[in-house]
């Protein structure tokens, strides 16, 4: 993307946000520091001389192979958070990210992340985890626990059919990756993971009524947008590559036509209201019909619940199991306490 | 459909301090402090008290 495009992008996009909210640039895929020091320089410095540091917020994701010194000072001098995508031990990460050499990097990667962390760098890590994984989840979490190391799982999705079936997992091995990963993380005795994504986002939609995470939005396109090096304008970046999905062209359009564009519309109205499995359902409410790229690479369309919508309801159940669980133990120790206090005083 | 709604007046209602569990006490906490509309915002744009938390302990992927 070059540098005109890319402030364009941010201060339009700036300009239509809510000027009480901040505005979070995301940084990301196929490799973003590709781009070179010298470009987000420019873009972070630029940032911060017209919008102050916390109305403007980049974020990085990368595979994390580049990483050294320079980027480091860098990050740190613009207050940037980065994601480091780490598919878990050696094992798993060196089977499908590997370097021109065609070596793993697992090695290269884990090692940045302990300088990252040594420099007091804020970091998280993305692990993509696909049917390699499956035989493999205690030794993931293992992995994490053992470094400290929070982290987010996202499951691998292809577009091309027989590549999923290959590489992907289903549904329903999804939940029992997930639902063993939160019983992992929930029931830790020496804390030493704070946050697991998303059963973080799980415990946060069922004791708040309000979802966190971007799958289970209502209306993701009123509050994120993607736009492409070439300048194509999305609702997310997973629609990159399905021109019928743009909304419009940034090096053609300015953004508030782009955003009044009809290929909008449908991203804006909530999808779990049309969709008529989804009215009989008890999670609805919380999953707002999941994600809608999901549903259309299984169905083709949009107004159809996600590919995990049954990972999904095991995933909430599982939870909201545990959390009655726990804070009812947690309320009888409440009236316990309660209790003795009575006698105490009596 | 409200199915959680046992699990919503339960976070309402009960003392985090007896909460063992660190991120299920920030969680009743927030549920119980902030209004639906800040928590929500928190979520969405990472208002400042998110981008506070994750200063303090990097912690949450956006995707």
């Known amino acids: 993307m070059d540098i005109y495009l890319a402030k364009s ?8 946000n809510d000027s009480s909210l901040p505005t979070n640039v995301y940084w990301h895929g196929a490799e973003p520091l590709i781009a070179g020091i010298d470009f987000y320089s420019k873009i972070f410095e630029w940032t911060e001389e017209n919008f102050g540091l916390d109305t403007v917020r ?23 958070t980065v994601g480091v995508s780490l598919d878990g031990p050696m094992i798993l990460h060196d089977r499908h ?4 050499s065609r070596e793993g990097s697992f090695d290269v990667v884990f090692s940045n ?27 993931l979490f293992n992995f994490f626990w053992e470094n400290k190391i929070d982290f987010g799982v996202e499951p691998l999705i292809c577009e091309d059919q027989t590549q999923q079936a290959e590489l992907g997992i289903t549904p329903q091995e999804y939940a029992l990756v997930i639902t063993h990963l939160f019983d992992r ?23 708040t009524g309000v979802n966190s995470y971007c799958n289970f939005s209502k209306c993701c396109s009123t509050h994120y947008l993607a736009v492409s090096p070439d300048g194509d304008v999305y609702s997310c970046i997973m629609f990159a590559g399905h021109p019928e999905y743009s909304f419009g062209n940034l090096k053609k359009q300015n953004m508030k036509d782009i955003l009044a564009s009809d290929v909008r519309k449908p991203f804006l109205s909530p999808r779990v ?7 009989q359902c008890k999670w609805t409410n919380l999953c707002n019909a999941g994600c809608p790229h999901n549903a259309l690479i299984k169905n083709g369309h949009m107004l159809a619940p996600d590919f995990f919508c049954e990972s999904y309801k095991t995933i909430f159940s599982h939870v909201e199991n545990a959390l009655l669980k726990e804070l009812g133990i947690s309320s009888r120790t409440e009236a316990l306490v309660a209790g003795n206090s009575q006698i105490t005083k009596a | 459909m409200e199915p959680t709604q046992s699990l919503l007046e339960i976070a309402k209602e009960i003392n985090p301090n007896f909460i063992q569990n660190p991120v299920l006490r920030e969680l009743v906490i927030d549920a119980q402090t902030k209004l639906v509309t800040q928590i929500a915002d928190d979520s969405h744009y ?15 992927n956006p995707w």
């Not at chain 1, 992008?9 to 300009?15: D, F, G, P, T």
């Not at chain 1, 320079?70 to 207050?79: A, L, R």
């Open chain 1, 58 to 80: 980049h974020h990085i994701q990368t595979n994390g192979t580049l990483l050294n010194e320079h980027w480091y000072d860098i990050f740190i001098k613009h207050h940037i």
């Open chain 1, 97 to 100: 990210r590997k370097v021109k």
């Open chain 1, 9 to 16: 992008a941010i201060e339009q996009s700036m300009n239509l």
């Open chain 1, 185 to 207: 993380w929930f029931y830790q005795v020496d804390r030493k993971i704070k946050n697991f994504v998303p059963a973080y986002h799980y415990v946060h939609s069922l004791l």
């Open chain 2, 46 to 60: 990472w208002s400042d008290t998110k981008f506070r938390q994750w200063r303090e302990h990097s912690s949450h």
């Open chain 1, 113 to 139: 992340i302990s300088e990252a962390r040594k420099r007091k760098l804020y970091f998280d890590v993305l692990c993509v985890i696909s049917r390699d994984t499956l035989d493999h989840i205690d030794e």
């Open chain 1, 273 to 279: 209201e049309l969709i008529r499995e989804c009215q």
